[in-house]
């Protein structure tokens, strides 16, 4: 497996891909539905359902014909509080 840098940008998605906190974190502020639906282990199909519905379980932002969910929300869903790194505010 080569060695990522800096620059190089992490895969949007992958099928039975382990995601780890600190990979859900480097995604940064918000990612493509498709990566949180990867996160979730739901489908493709399910995703944009729910994001049509407004069920999707974490809040996603329509921008065009583009979906992107805020990955703070993401994380909140999966582990609960707000991370330690953020601290109270």
Do not use: Q
Not at 2 to 8: E, G, H, I, V, Y
Not at 11 to 28: H, K, T, V, Y
Not at 46 to 53: N, R, V
């Amino acid at each position: 497996m080569p060695n990522r840098t800096l620059t190089s940008k992490p895969p949007r998605f992958s099928a039975n891909r382990m995601w780890r906190r600190a990979d859900i974190e480097a995604l940064g502020t918000t990612c493509p539905l498709m990566t949180a639906a990867d996160i979730l282990s739901i489908s493709r199909n399910t995703a944009y359902e729910h994001a049509s519905a407004g069920t999707f379980p974490v809040k996603v932002l329509k921008l065009g014909n583009r979906c992107r969910v805020v990955v703070e929300e993401l994380l909140e869903l999966l582990y609960g509080a707000k991370s330690e790194s953020e601290g109270e505010r």
